[in-house]
């Protein structure tokens, strides 16, 4: 799974948590606390996409990404370490 | 087998409050994202009130109800509280002085965030289950304050914790623990606990606190899930959807346990999202009945939505709650026990919403004066005198009507405290 289909999972699950920003066209270097996603949605969103990519691992090892693209990149990092 | 669990339950939600949506209009904070906290009304400690004066306020009405016997069965005091006011001096000793508790009695005091409630309350249990001296009480005491000092508007702006502010309250969750739990009875041998190192939030000076709101609600998530999943391999056929009637969360604020108790059922129970947010509705919704009003008053806040639960839930027969713990840093428990309509009819005694609605609402000019004032009274203060009459006046009104316990002086580190119904000396005009 490469970091563009994990972004893209991302991008899927923030419009799915927060409807309002279905439309919104996502770039790697957005931040989604400067999108207005509340602390909840944004664990709501990490935890569905560790989900989604069947990822077993404590939800507390993918904290500290500032941006959707830092998101991808550790999400990918801990795929590729199991 | 002897019963162990809570004889009586009570809570002191401090003498005066703000209303949080004002609070956050105050410190423009985005409206959309406060209204996610689910937060109405936050309590505020007042200069002279501090973890000694809630403890006692939240017991005074369990030990003024026994009898003379019954309450020198009281052998066990345990203040459970991440506010000490001394390394070593446990809060315990002033809590059993002013309480006038039996001498032959253990006195110490517990932290591990807002887990320390649920560790008393598990020592507790245990003391009185292992029937080591039959018949005797153990009386926890859950207390905690929150006094934001001073801040300016551009770091009670910065980013996300601006919004620790509006959901940290003050308050003490008092219990009893004996051998006719008519409130709550916990299902023996029914816990799962998990914890681990992690530095989510903390209060590493002794009178602020810090953390990444990221991180502890991750770690909160993480707890949950790993708890219950201990639970249910130690309990057999449990199911988070049909086992337990009702669910009390610990409640830094309501947006926070509506997202954990979404992401329970849909990762443990594969439930869709109508039926979580109905289910939200019908089993936990009740718990934050008192926290709303309160605000995290961290180690009692847990048991501050077991008693929302007991009070608001609508129920006719005996049920089961299921209980989640967490305290950061960390350690979390998932447990379960019963309460039925008896419980109810108890706890209501103690008139705790009532207690709540006769508060003081405190302007916002007086509560940025009391942050700002705050330091008369902060860790390690040698020496002070506090003019109680001066202070708020018509919050010390409240108080008065109360009977309520303060602290009038502290003498080289010893605090001196009196019931206001004992007509405490104003400032400067002392009896002659």
Redesign the interface.
Known sequence: MDRHTIFDMVVKNVAEVVPDLAGHDFQLTDSLVELGVDSVERSEIVIMTLENMNLNIPAVQVFGPKNLGELADLLHAKALAL | MTLAGVEALNVFGGTAYCDVAELATHREL?P??FE?LLMAQKSVVLPYEDPVTFAVNAAKPIVDALSPAERDRIEMLVTCTESGIDFGKSLSTYVHHYLGLNRNCRLFEVKNACYAGTAGFQTAINFVAAQSSPGAKALVIATDISRFMAVDVAEAQE??WA?AEPSSGSGAVAMLIGENPVIFTPDRGAHGYYGYE?MDTCRPTPDSEMG????S???Y??CCEQAFGEYAKRVPQTNFRDTFDYLAFHTPFG??V??AH??MMR?VARAKRDEIDADFERRVAPGLTYCRRVGNIMGGTVYLALAGTIDAADYRVPVRVGVFSYGSGCCSEFFSGVVNPGSREALGRMAIGTGLDQRYRLSMAEYDQILANSGQVRFGTRDAVLDVQAIVPRAVEVATAKGSLVLTRITAYHREYGFLNETLPAQGSRNP
Request: hydrophobic fraction near 35%.
């Open positions: 985005d959309k994202r996610n980013a996300e919004y992690v990444d709101a990221d991180l609600l991750l770690s998530l993480d947006g926070m509506k997202g979404r992401t990762r």
